[in-house]
């Protein structure tokens, strides 16, 4: 049986959400590898729509186990408040599992984000504001706090106090903030042991149990493939690797026991936050996307940019990700254009480019080369195979696969559960 990565292979936003609920049924856990809850996830079951930010998808599925593994980190009020959200709605959220490994996002976390992002003016990357950069930040330069950690109020103590001590002399000094106490948040997060206690296992453990006993392991990205922090478009990316080989590193269970890598594609493109966007359209294109896409992010709340789908980006995510399939999302958004324009190429500097330039200046002076595609009328919301698409919408799907260098294994022709057409198995 297999363990499956599922993945972002744009900015993000793509609808992995929906592409982990058709999988649910058949899977035995959902894993979220890295990033915190900067990441947004919309699944619609029925006449019910959930947003998620820092759960799998997963918890919606019953007999599935949800689980937060070691890459991400975890804001515990966050996830709290969304889980008694879903308890609240009827879904039962006793299976989730946390890494103890797993690093907290803490309150000062969260100030540094925001006074950061203000000092940077122009210069600002667009973050979030809820502490995923400077928690991350701390992983790294090893002052981080852990889940584990909130158990041990010793521990906890003296490495708040180690973390404090440079980040208060930071905040007054070049922010003119007032320091945050330490008493302060190391009561905050003592206060949160008991009602995490329970949750909290040795996952990596777990997970390749799970595997070797042949049970179906999904491994869920937040982001996309060109915010990852190291083949993203850096630095307007997120402080973690959200493409394949994050799966790894963020759960502990080894690359030779991955056996599928599915792309999630939407039918055209979207971003949020600052950065280069070569096919990002300024016009009632742009905000007719916009509008009947609902493109606005389920964390944050701000507007995508949207632009035309772009093959460059698709080639580029399946092979910095190995994928191997593309589950293509939001075709129906589509329906109504007379003639879609698609991005093929770059042009750099008076030169054709058909691959993702390495170079930041380069991609930053990215020109779109559009092959335009015919457009279709025909609602396709009900369509329940391939060949019950307009033959037009046939075509866009075929020269899109083509393009990107994977199989479209599956397409969403609409936002709900049932609205999904499966033209290959995941399993």
Not at 40 to 49: I, N, R, S, Y
Request: a negative charge; hydrophobic letters at 35%.
């Amino acid at each position: 049986m297999p363990a499956l990565v599922l993945l972002g292979a744009q900015w993000g936003d793509e609808g992995k959400g929906k592409a982990t609920d058709l999988l649910g049924g058949s899977v035995d856990y959902v894993v979220r590898y890295q990033g915190g809850n900067n990441a947004g996830h919309t699944v619609v079951v029925g006449d019910q729509k959930y947003a998620l930010h820092l759960l799998p998808s997963g918890i919606l599925s019953p007999g599935c186990t949800p689980v937060i593994g070691n890459g991400v980190v975890v804001d515990p009020a966050v996830l709290l408040s969304e889980l008694s959200g879903l308890n609240a709605r009827g879904i039962d959220t006793s299976k989730l599992l946390i890494s103890g490994n797993a690093h907290l996002i803490t309150p000062y976390h969260t100030t540094l984000d925001k006074v950061t992002e203000r000092f940077l003016g122009k210069r600002k990357i667009g973050t979030t504001g809820r502490g995923i950069g400077p928690a991350y930040a701390d992983k790294i330069n090893r002052v981080g706090i852990r889940v584990q950690d909130i158990f041990d109020e010793s521990i906890l103590r003296q490495k708040v106090e180690a973390a404090l001590d440079f980040k208060n002399q930071v905040l007054a000094k070049l922010y003119n903030r007032r320091a945050i106490a330490i008493e302060q948040v190391v009561e905050e997060l003592l206060g949160y042991a008991d009602q995490l206690r329970g949750f909290v296992a040795d996952t990596t453990l777990i997970l390749n149990d799970a595997i070797d006993e042949g049970k179906v392991v999904l491994f869920e990205g937040g982001q996309g493939t060109l915010l990852d922090v190291d083949h993203g478009t850096y630095p307007f990316v997120t402080s973690s690797n959200p493409t394949a080989g994050g799966a790894c590193t963020g759960t502990g269970v080894g690359p030779t026991k991955v056996n599928r890598v599915i792309g999630i594609l939407k039918a055209y493109t979207t971003r949020v936050g600052a950065g280069p966007f070569p096919t990002e359209l300024l016009d009632e294109d742009g905000d007719k996307l916009r509008t009947i896409g609902g493109e606005r992010g389920v964390t944050t709340g701000r507007d995508r940019r949207c632009g035309w789908f772009d093959a460059v980006i698709a080639r580029y995510a399946t092979r910095v990700n190995g994928l191997t399939d593309f589950f293509l999302t939001k075709l129906d958004v589509l329906t109504g254009w007379e003639r879609i324009p698609v991005c093929v190429a770059y042009e750099i500097d008076g030169k054709r480019v058909d691959e993702l330039p390495y170079s930041q200046t380069d991609f930053h002076h990215a020109k779109p080369i559009y092959e335009t595609l015919p457009g279709w009328s025909e609602d396709i919301t009900q369509a329940k195979s391939f060949d019950q698409l307009p033959k037009n919408a046939q075509k866009y799907v075929q020269a899109l696969e083509e393009m990107s260098g994977a199989p479209i294994s599956a397409i969403g022709v609409g936002p709900g559960r049932d609205e999904t057409i499966q033209i290959n198995s995941f399993l």
